[in-house]
């Protein structure tokens, strides 16, 4: 039985050891923000934070996060929280500063690619805490198995969403 | 004819039925809801009812309904609520729901294009009707006449009295007849007729303001059920099987290994074969398997990708499709010029490409009934196409719409690719079916925007300014509206494009798309030729390249050979290429948005240069300009660039983009579609074009169909110009798209002194491009 824990919650697997975590997440334990795009870990829709890591779960097979810690855009605050030792209250009324950038600056166009791209970002402000544009783009195009990619191009709104995100997180917590 | 207890606004009838004991009541009976119908059978709501775009509730909320989709780019849930409050005289956050889509619970249908014009009209009609209605309520309350009743902040006044919207409809059972054309299942939907008095726009006050989108935060939170997250009892996961090539039929079917795959089950119907399973995961790997073990026939029918050109030059019948003059044509093309500019100019197929494939989940009943849960831009024409298929009434097909990656017009016509293969075997299983195509699916199954090629000649008179303007343009058509897996099943489907489909969207005719902008020019001939489908008659299964309308169809293709053309003309002159454009121009609007971009872009007033010398980090620069109107916005663009010549490399690196839309709706809102479709051109401009061989489409993934990413963006200006007392709402969105290529190819010329003629600006095209000098790269001089 492979167990992994996802969103700070230890979760068992029924599926096949060689399922793509993908469809391990999405479809057995219900944890629907990861997106299937290519399922060739070429554009990042369904990125999730591997022990703080950004994966593409369309190739990771689920065995292989076993008794590890998987992290979606569903447990982004929760995980803000526990970094910043937030009270239970304040968690439940606090999205993660990247989302709350996200929707302050309006960033998506049709959204399906944006799941991805706050995950990879957050993994970047937890490395860099005020990127430049220049180590922005690198992060959302070389850093990883492919670039981010984003077929309505809403990259300039991503940008200012970084930066947004980058001005909230050495504010502190947000309350909705 | 008006009847006792009716009253006639514009040509709205209301009818007051007494009033309803229950209270908290709709402008309409809520007991019997509007789109309830005998038996309890979802059909459609009736357009000629006004509750059925806008309720208004006694908690003074507002409901309002299109038949329109979301796909990113915010109207229905931003432009749609400010004006429609505007009209109320309400506040935008008391219009608490929009409902979208769905075919049983919208009422009008029509594709989600036009926003700004039909769309947009059809909501401001229905809302002045019903304030109308209100304020004739208000008149007979307050005891004052009509013309003394007036609205501020949702509060109705006249002699003295005041009365919420809310406390004005509240137990009132009123029906408010609206006169309509058209039908839900219509290409374009319904329009709503008449001419009810509508607020000036100078008294508009929500409208013009920067409010968000209410559809980000759900998505962005997480809590959006998006189409592919759509779950049912007893669902089964699909994967298609398709055809070896565009031309194949099946000869025998293969085998799926029941010790592996346990719970996988092939279906098999004509041409269309599929894999289901319980588990997502193995219909995926028994598809793979079932594809390799299947035999398909041969198929070579198509021209390679590589010998587009030449085939459309050389081999397409252009005399099979009557030509379509442009509508501003005039004098005579043949008078005697002192110079002239001539070039052929191509811009390759192209694909919608969404960053998620296609995917649908389909519920057929026993009893026949089908509903479709998807993501559609057109769901009232996949309705229609749906009960086509499977030879059913329409009434018995409901089309449930949720948000998906953007299609960019894929599925205006109704389907992107999945639905119609997803209820075919939800009915043959009994059992609901989600079919997911995978990434190779969606490139090599689905529409494209199809190619064009456009010979243009333009004749300078002695001063150096444009005297005569010819451009033929050839391609072939934008819009096959048939579903995939029906013809693959041999079921039936719409016509394809050809020269006696009556259906005008349907006939291969190439319209002029583009309007002609240098009106000042005295002899003007522009003609659309159209063409059949390249392989769709060679192929046994009738399918070939299929293809649709993607943002701004046609107008881009046709707009890019105009704006690169006249840049040359231009240079032709020793005329800067943005005052040669100023000096052509006598619309106000074209010459407001062109001097706006002269001072906003760093834009530098000198002729093309023809001499060319690299900065000191080895690139060529150059600046470049294109201009566009679509719908009544009027644009202009400025690219700044950079070439290195050794390696063919093209950098953009500042877009400039003008916008002048008339009313400026939502400015936030805009600026995010403006900066996205520049970025999104960009990427056509610099990196997109279809590749296949004889049998088929080669580009399977982003590997092979490579689209723009964050290390590439320029720096992007946007400036939104208001200009509110001109009184139209011109459309935003989608034109951005167009401008960056035209802007980018005559940047290349400004940088090289050598013109780029064709699509994409690839490496390998640049270097064939500067080492020729027809800007195709195919002639070397």
Not at chain 1, 125 to 132: A, E, R, S
Not at chain 2, 490 to 511: F, R
Not at chain 2, 607 to 626: E, H, I, N, T
Request: some cysteine; charged content about 20%.
């Amino acid at each position: 039985m492979i167990r992994i824990m996802v969103n700070g919650e230890m979760r068992t697997v029924q599926s096949p050891p060689d399922t793509p975590l993908l469809y391990v997440l999405r479809n057995e334990l219900n944890v629907m923000s990861p997106k299937f795009g290519c399922g060739l870990a070429q554009c990042g829709a369904c990125s999730v934070l591997l022990d703080g890591e950004e994966i593409r779960s369309c190739v990771t097979p689920v065995d292989s996060v076993a008794d590890r810690e998987v992290t979606t855009v569903e447990g982004l605050a929760a995980r803000w929280a526990k970094q910043r030792n937030l009270s239970f209250d304040q968690t439940a009324r606090t999205l993660h500063p990247v989302q709350e950038a996200w929707i302050e600056e309006q960033v998506p166009q049709c959204g399906i690619c944006q799941f991805g791209m706050m995950i990879k970002v957050t993994e970047l402000l937890d490395q860099n805490p005020k990127p430049t544009d220049a180590e922005i783009k690198a992060a959302l195009t070389d850093s990883g198995p492919s670039p981010h990619l984003c077929r309505c191009a809403s990259y300039a709104a991503i940008l200012d969403g970084v930066h947004r995100a980058a001005q909230l997180m050495s504010e502190g917590a947000r309350h909705d | 004819m008006t009847r006792p207890g009716e009253m006639t606004i514009g040509k709205a009838a209301l009818s007051r039925r007494g009033f309803l004991a229950a209270g908290g009541a709709l402008v309409v009976s809520f007991s019997v809801p509007a789109w309830a119908a005998p038996g309890g059978r979802a059909a459609a709501l009736d357009p000629a009812r006004s509750t059925s775009w806008i309720e208004i509730h006694a908690d003074n909320t507002v409901l309002i309904r299109t038949g329109k989709s979301d796909l990113g780019q915010s109207t229905i849930y931003t432009a749609y609520p400010q004006v429609v409050a505007d009209e109320l005289g309400i506040a935008f956050e008391a219009i608490t729901t929009v409902v979208s889509g769905d075919t049983d619970v919208t009422p009008d249908g029509g594709g989600t294009f036009a926003l700004m014009s039909m769309g947009l009209s059809n909501l401001r009609k229905a809302a002045a009707y019903t304030r109308e209605a209100v304020f004739e309520l208000a008149s007979q309350k307050f005891g004052v006449p009509r013309n003394q009743i007036s609205v501020a902040d949702g509060v109705i006044s006249g002699g003295g009295m005041s009365a919420t919207y809310g406390e004005l409809v509240a137990g009132q059972d009123l029906r408010l007849t609206i006169p309509v054309k058209g039908n839900q299942t219509d290409f374009g939907g319904v329009e709503v007729l008449g001419d009810p008095p509508l607020k000036p726009i100078g008294a508009y006050r929500v409208v013009g303001k920067p409010y968000k989108n209410p559809s980000i935060r759900p998505k962005i939170a997480g809590e959006t059920v998006w189409v592919g997250d759509v779950k049912l009892p007893g669902m089964l996961h699909a994967r298609a099987v398709h055809p070896a090539t565009l031309g194949s039929t099946l000869v025998a079917v293969g085998k799926v290994d029941r010790s592996q795959f346990p719970k996988a089950q092939v279906v098999v119907i004509g041409n269309f074969v599929a894999v289901v399973s319980e588990s997502e995961w193995e219909a995926v790997q028994a598809a793979v398997q079932i594809a390799d073990d299947t035999q398909w026939s041969e198929w070579k029918g198509l021209p390679p990708s590589g010998q587009l050109l030449d085939h459309l030059r050389q081999e397409v019948k252009w005399d099979e499709v009557s030509g379509t003059p442009g509508k501003e044509n005039k004098g005579d093309v043949a008078i005697a010029v002192a110079k002239t500019h001539s070039g052929t100019y191509f811009t390759p197929f192209l694909k919608h490409a969404p960053i998620g494939p296609t995917v649908s989940l389909a519920d057929v009943r026993p009893d026949g009934s089908v509903t479709l849960h998807t993501h559609s831009q057109n769901p009232g024409f996949l309705r229609y196409s749906i009960a086509r298929m499977l030879s059913r009434p329409e009434e018995a097909v409901v089309i449930r719409t949720y948000p998906g990656p953007s299609h960019f017009g894929r599925s205006n016509g109704g389907n992107a690719g999945s639905e119609d293969g997803a209820v075919l075997l939800s009915q043959e299983l009994g059992r609901p079916v989600r079919l997911q195509w995978m990434r190779d699916d969606d490139m090599k199954w689905s529409t494209q925007s199809s190619p064009m090629y456009t010979d243009v000649s333009i004749g300078l008179d002695d001063h150096g300014r444009m005297a005569s303007y010819r451009a033929d343009h050839k391609g072939p058509p934008m819009q096959d509206d048939r579903l995939i897996s029906a013809i693959l099943a041999g079921l039936p489907v719409i016509d394809p494009p050809s020269p006696t489909n009556p259906v005008p969207i349907s006939n291969n005719k190439m319209i002029m798309s583009d309007p002609w902008a240098y009106d000042t020019v005295p002899n003007v001939a522009v003609t659309g030729h159209g063409a059949f489908q390249i392989g769709q008659r060679e192929s046994p299964i009738n399918l070939g390249l299929r293809d649709h309308s993607m943002r701004t169809p046609i107008q881009f293709q046709q707009n890019f050979p105009r704006e690169v053309a006249v840049t040359e003309a231009a240079a032709l002159a020793g005329a800067d290429p943005l005052q040669f454009r100023l000096d052509h121009v006598s619309d106000d609007r074209f010459k407001g948005v062109l001097t706006r971009l002269r001072e906003e872009s760093g834009w530098v007033t000198r002729a093309a240069s023809s001499s060319q010398k690299a900065d000191g980090d080895g690139l060529l620069r150059g600046q470049g300009v294109s201009m566009i109107v679509r719908e009544q916005g009027y644009w202009a663009c400025a690219a700044h660039i950079a070439v290195r010549p050794d390696t063919g490399e093209v950098r953009v690196e500042r877009l400039t983009i003008i916008v002048e839309p008339g009313v400026v709706v939502n400015p936030l809102q805009l600026k995010r579609q403006v900066q996205a479709g520049g970025l999104m051109g960009t990427s056509i401009a610099l990196h997109e074009e279809v590749t296949f061989d004889e049998s088929g489409i080669t580009s399977e993934d982003w590997s092979s169909y490579p689209i723009l990413t964050m290390s590439e963006i320029p720096e992007v200006k946007v400036v939104i110009v208001s200009r509110p007392e001109l009184g139209v709402f011109g459309t935003g969105s989608e034109t951005a798209n167009a401008l960056a290529a035209p802007a980018i190819a005559g940047a290349f010329l400004d940088a090289t002194g050598k013109p780029a003629r064709r699509i994409p600006l690839r490496p390998d095209y640049v270097k064939a491009i500067l080492a020729s000098d027809d800007g195709l790269g195919t002639r070397v001089q």
